[in-house]
């Protein structure tokens, strides 16, 4: 697979996943409101809503798309391209060099659909790009999911702060 991996719609995958026995038509219609009101992608809607694994949504994406998964187990013994991608980009961007070859490099990525990291890594290597899909080992497809709830309690804790303070300035006595 090259590095452009064509995003499905929201019909032609929740029709897919009905064919293949995924997912009954009632979660497809529920995961594709869901899409349409927060305007998440369909195959991330999926596994926020818990209508899928991570691991299910890898399997039947992959199936759909006709993309190879990438089992954890064969990892490369030793680290590839290490000296041209730095081991923070690798890991922020859930990618894994897993093989170089003539045909180009193959990438194991968590989501394919994420471009960014895939221009980056030919950019680099200036050269073909061989997509694998990383089912597991290198965090949940919707790893955003604990920040976005840490980031909502700070606030939370900074607005009570302040309401506290606001509060507190109407009990102060003033002499007379």
Known sequence: MTEHVRIPSDAEFGAFLL???????????????????TGDRFDQVLTKLGLMSDANLAAGLARYLNLPLFAPGSLPSEPILADRLPPAFVRENRILPVRVGAEGVTLAVVDPFDRVPLASVRFV????????????????????????????????????????????????????
Not at 20 to 36: C, G, Q, T, Y
Not at 143 to 158: D, E, F, K, Q, Y
Request: net charge positive; no cysteine; charged share 20%.
């Open 19 to 37: 064919d293949a026995n995924l997912l009954d038509a009632p979660s497809v219609e529920r995961a594709r409101r869901a899409a349409e009101a």
């Open 125 to 176: 290597i200036d050269g073909a790009i061989l997509v694998h899909w990383l089912r597991e080992g290198l965090g949940p497809i919707n790893s955003i999911r604990p920040a976005l709830l840490a980031m909502t309690l700070m606030m939370v804790g900074v607005q009570t702060v302040f309401a506290a303070f606001f509060l507190g300035l109407f009990r102060i006595d003033r002499p007379r």
